[in-house]
């Protein structure tokens, strides 16, 4: 299985600063045949269900703020929130789909500072 | 709008079973694949299993905790997919959800509670 961690175990950040979760995976999840990495990126808030945000590792989903966006390739990949706003307050979580069974980083609660 | 909702979740002891349901709309069904996830009390996020769509011979994959014991099932007639729990386990105890997809999952439904305790 392919092991996801996030690093760090939790953030806080001030309002209007830079949020940045890291997520590694334990293998390769960057595909050859096509140059994508097999990584996605969710917001869960409390008492709701995840929201999806990014997937192959930086196409941001449609509706998602433009402060937040991906990046990294292979096995290290990094979520970055440019400018956090309140209401971003959530866990955040990494989630392979290179291989089953798939695999989700522990989460990372981002608060406010 | 694309809409899952899961339903079936309750209180059972330890060996029982229980059916989940997860009732779709709003987009067309039988397309896409139906995974089921579950989320512990406090803790991450767990993949519990998929079934792919007809056009991919309705086959199954689940994790190796729950092999054996759930099934996942769909009639796309009625835009259902079923997750078929059986002896369970007290670390069953959980929110399941469904949602669509093959690589990444959205939307999700709101999620319903599995309790299982003697």
């Known amino acids: 299985d392919i092991v996801m961690t996030q690093s760090p175990d939790s953030l806080a950040v001030s309002l209007g600063e830079r949020a940045t979760i890291n997520c590694t995976s334990s293998?390769?999840?960057?595909?050859?045949?096509?140059?994508?990495?097999?990584l996605a990126w969710y917001q869960q808030k409390p008492g709701q269900p995840p929201k999806l945000l990014i997937y192959w590792a930086s196409t941001r989903e449609s509706g998602v703020p433009a402060r937040f966006s991906g990046s990294g390739s292979g096995t290290d990949f990094t979520l970055t929130i440019s400018s956090l706003q309140a209401e971003d307050v959530a866990v955040y979580y990494c989630?392979?789909?290179?291989?089953?069974?798939?695999?989700f980083g522990q989460g990372t609660p981002l608060e406010i500072k | 709008e694309v809409q899952l909702v899961e339903s079936g979740g309750g209180l059972v002891k330890p060996g029982r079973s229980l059916t989940l349901s997860c009732i779709a709309s709003?987009?067309?069904?039988?397309?896409?694949?139906l995974n089921w996830f579950r989320q512990a009390p406090g803790k991450g996020l767990e993949w519990v299993g998929f079934?792919?769509?007809?056009?991919?011979?309705?086959?199954?994959e689940h994790a190796a905790s729950v092999e054996g014991r759930f099934t996942i099932s769909r009639d796309d007639s009625k835009s259902i997919a079923y997750l078929q729990m059986n002896s369970l386990k007290t670390e069953d105890t959980a929110v399941y959800y469904c949602?669509?997809?093959?690589?990444?999952?959205?939307?999700w439904g709101q999620g319903t509670l599995v309790s299982v305790s003697s």
């Open positions: 079934i792919r769509s007809e056009a991919y011979g309705a086959t199954t």
């Open positions: 709003g987009f067309s069904f039988g397309d896409y694949a």
């Open positions: 293998q390769n999840i960057l595909y050859d045949s096509n140059n994508k990495n097999y």
């Open positions: 949602t669509i997809g093959e690589h990444w999952f959205d939307p």
């Open positions: 989630q392979q789909y290179y291989s089953i069974p798939i695999t």
